[in-house]
């Protein structure tokens, strides 16, 4: 556990030394029964709070308890309009403490202050827009077909499971809760071991919003334990998750033996394409933003850059210079645009990767280093790293890195972007970058991409579905219809025959 203590220019220096959190057992504040651990502020090293995490006997209870909750609390019977206004305090209630969660999640990660910002506003977002889709949502008339007026209706699952990964744990938390209780579920969420605050802070706001005792239960601990536990549970209906993909192939195999749906969002090695039409000032700043905005610890990083050859040596030499003056340090400060990676480990991990790059061939353009000075030897600091020389079918090409790392490699013609573009196991988003609508349009169709960019890159809306194809997921999450992810399809045959079924009444 770390001895380093928290720099006294932090916001939050004050309110550290007291930070020993319970966990949330379906309303039941309580002390974890699992192992005691600490989560620590990748910047410097410094603890941010300790705590017990879930046991698998607390995540039974709460599942349990969860259900019990659905069945008599009347969350699930409540009318929609009754639902969104609860949802709709709960939004007000995260806009409320705006600076001080983004500060906390801030530490939980290691994000610059100005990203988790908007990733608290787009929090309160989900939930504001979620309680207008709960509340607007309209069940089908479906046409009439014989003597029997037909039509489609919705009800609630009952218990959602929703696991999250570390990297952006308030925008992806809310993303599930939000849905899965306007829909009328109870939700019991199992954040990232090393990421637990933002869960159990939206818990409490959830609470003091009026969401019913025992409908939101936050489960920090083991994937091992709590999250293997979550997924086989019969009274859980539905997994909702977000993280790698050999996690999520496995949780889809225990939902096929369950008969449960399940939803998937998992990595990606995102192509982003730079056309010899471009403008390079956009693309430029696009590309950098797209793979070195959130350490590149982002499932859509545009991590694989495609540039045409007649441009590339110009768009390289601009892309190195940007990359080398992005400015990597204190996530405290406002003008910081990359901060630490998350963990000591999933440092070594990135620096593998790109230790294996250069094994096979690669050529170091820009990174491949660990930034010094102004304290950053205390943190998981990894400079902003590109890559040439390599061919798309390489590992570091193909192969999930999660960090800073960008590979680069130049194209011929369209049919050459296309196919190579194509080539991964992966297909989540992907970026295009061009002056000319015909051909920005014939490449997006093209891509295989769950969401593509055309002229800007990692730009979000909750209004959009979103989610991957192949080992990138399942499922959609966002969207007006999102919350019907949440919901059981019924249809109802209302008979209008004035006289017995012919057969019964022979
Ligand atoms: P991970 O798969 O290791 O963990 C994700 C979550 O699953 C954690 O809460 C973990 O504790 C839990 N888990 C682990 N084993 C489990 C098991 N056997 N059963 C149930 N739950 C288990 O992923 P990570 O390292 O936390 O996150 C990084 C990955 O997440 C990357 O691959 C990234 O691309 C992906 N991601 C995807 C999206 C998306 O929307 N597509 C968004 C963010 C991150």
Redesign the pocket.
Same mark, same amino acid.
């Given at each position: 556990m770390s001895t380093t203590t928290a720099s006294p220019s932090d916001p939050l220096a004050a309110e550290l030394p007291r930070r020993d959190l319970d966990i949330c057992v379906a309303g039941q504040w309580r002390r974890g029964r699992g192992d005691r651990y600490a989560s620590i502020y990748p910047a410097d090293g410094s603890i941010s709070a300790e705590l017990n995490a879930a046991s698998a006997d607390d995540t039974a209870e709460a599942i349990e308890r969860a259900h019990q909750a659905f069945r008599t609390s009347g969350w699930a019977s409540a009318k929609p309009h009754e639902r969104a206004r609860v949802l709709h305090r709960v939004a007000e209630g995260i806009r409320a403490r705006r600076e001080v969660l983004a500060q906390w999640q801030r530490r939980d990660n290691g994000k610059p202050i100005a990203e988790t910002r908007a990733l608290v506003d787009s929090a309160a977002g989900t939930f504001q827009f979620m309680a207008a889709a709960c509340e607007t949502l309209e069940d089908q008339l479906t046409p009439q077909r014989g003597a029997h007026l037909t039509m489609s209706v919705h009800e609630p699952m009952g218990v959602i499971g929703a696991?999250?990964?570390?990297? *952006?744990p308030i925008a992806?938390e809310a993303q599930k809760m939000a849905p899965a209780l306007a829909a009328g579920n109870a939700v019991v969420v199992?954040?990232? &071991?090393i990421t637990p605050l933002m869960a159990l802070e939206l818990a409490r706001i959830c609470d003091e919003a009026g969401v019913p005792k025992g409908m939101v239960s936050v489960l920090p601990g083991? +994937? *091992?334990v709590v @999250?293997?536990l !979550?997924?086989k549970h019969p009274l859980v209906k539905r997994i909702s998750?977000? +993280?790698?993909?050999?996690?999520?192939r496995?949780?889809a195999h225990v939902a096929a033996d369950k008969m449960m749906s399940v939803a998937l &969002? !998992?990595? +990606?090695k995102s192509p982003t394409m730079v056309l010899d039409d471009a403008d390079l000032d956009h693309a430029v700043a696009g590309v950098l933003y797209g793979i070195f905005s959130s350490s590149g610890e *982002?499932?859509i990083a545009g991590s694989r850059l495609f540039v045409h050859k007649r441009l590339y040596a110009e768009f390289m030499d601009r892309l190195v210079a940007g990359a080398k003056a992005l400015r990597v340090g204190d996530p405290v400060s406002e003008r910081t645009q990359m901060g630490p990676l998350v963990s000591v480990a999933h440092r070594a991990s990135v620096e593998g990767y790109v230790t294996r790059g250069l094994a096979d061939g690669g050529r170091l353009l820009a990174g491949g280093f660990r930034p010094e000075g102004e304290g950053r030897e205390r943190g998981c600091y990894y400079a902003p790293t590109v890559i040439e020389g390599l061919a798309n079918h390489q590992s570091i090409c193909q192969e &999930?890195i999660?960090g800073p790392v960008l590979v680069a490699l130049p194209f011929d013609d369209e049919d050459d972007l296309l196919a190579q573009a194509n080539h991964s196991v992966y297909a !989540?988003a992907a970026g295009i970058w061009t002056r000319d609508y015909k051909r920005a349009w014939r490449i997006a169709r093209a891509v295989q991409a769950g969401t593509v960019w055309i002229n800007t890159y990692k730009q979000f809306s909750i209004a959009t579905p979103?989610g @991957?194809w192949r080992d990138? +997921?399942l499922g959609r999450e966002k969207g007006r219809l999102g919350i019907l992810e949440y919901m059981e399809q019924k249809s109802l045959y209302w008979g209008l025959n004035d006289t017995p079924l012919p057969w019964a009444a022979a």
């Open positions: 696991i999250t990964p570390w990297n *952006s992806s199992k954040p990232a &071991e083991k +994937g *091992s @999250g293997d !979550l997924v998750f977000t +993280g790698g993909t050999t996690t999520g496995r949780i &969002e !998992l990595g +990606g *982002s499932c &999930e999660f !989540l979103f @991957g990138s +997921g």
